[in-house]
């Protein structure tokens, strides 16, 4: 009933461009605080960014100024714009939602409850 499904990923060269879709059903995205994360197979998954349900936002110190994210409150839609690619950009991203977080925790993964199944992002020459 409660669904995340993540779309946008794809194979772009260093210095490129995407945006990544969170979309949401049965449930709305403004009640909770939505997370991207991403996985490297073997590593521990990291967080990318986060909103709140005031839109308050929070970054990966390192994806600070490249990334940022937004919410449509209408579509029900959280995204995720990712500018100038970087190799080690790529990963599955996943988009997670959680009742509630504090600044200091946004981006401990195991908070949060409902997952996507995740989008590719290849970064390649």
């Known amino acids: 009933q409660v669904q995340l499904v993540e779309s946008g990923g794809d194979v772009v060269q260093p210095g490129g461009s995407l945006r990544l879709s969170c979309s949401a059903s049965?449930?709305?995205?403004?009640?909770?605080?939505i997370g991207w994360f991403r996985q490297v197979p073997g590593k521990e998954r990291e967080g990318v960014s986060a909103?709140?349900?005031?839109?308050?936002?929070f970054y990966r110190d390192s994806l600070k100024g490249r990334f940022a994210i937004s919410r449509d409150n209408v579509k029900n839609t959280v995204y995720l714009q990712m500018n100038d690619l970087k190799a080690e950009d790529t990963a599955v991203y996943y988009c997670?939602?959680?009742?509630?977080?504090?600044?200091?925790?946004?981006?401990?993964?195991?908070?949060?409850?409902?997952w996507g199944q995740g989008t590719q992002v290849t970064v390649s020459s």
């Open positions: 909103i709140t349900k005031n839109g308050n936002t």
């Open positions: 049965g449930f709305t995205l403004d009640s909770d605080t």
């Open positions: 997670a939602t959680t009742l509630s977080v504090v600044r200091q925790s946004w981006f401990q993964w195991k908070l949060y409850k409902n």
